[in-house]
């Protein structure tokens, strides 16, 4: 039963110096909204970013998330192009 207590107790330190993945701790700093239209006003209508909340599978915590609209397209046309291969 000692044992037990001590890795859960070992576990839960261990665990506890994990890195959010909000990240606010160090990694990519994503853009504020006036940063974005700032960027937005000086390019191409294809290359203007989105930012949207969008919630993970297996989470209910959305997350902000910024991609350009080309990135979107080719993403959105290569599951498609995916799904048709699947069910050929």
């Known amino acids: 039963m000692i044992k ?3 890795n859960f107790v070992f576990v839960f ?3 506890s110096c994990v890195a ?3 990240g606010k701790s160090g990694g990519i700093k ?3 909204d006036a940063e974005v239209e700032q960027y937005n006003a000086l390019v191409d209508a294809r ?3 989105i ?4 919630t993970k599978i297996g ?3 959305p997350k902000r998330v910024c991609r350009r609209i080309v990135d979107i397209e080719e993403t959105s046309a290569f599951h498609k192009d995916q799904l048709r291969r699947a069910l050929r």
């Open 51 to 54: 930012c949207r909340q969008e």
């Open 47 to 49: 290359e203007k970013i």
């Open 4 to 6: 037990f207590i001590a």
């Open 13 to 15: 330190a261990l665990a």
């Open 20 to 22: 959010p993945e909000d």
């Open 30 to 32: 994503l853009p504020t």
């Open 59 to 61: 989470t209910n915590i």
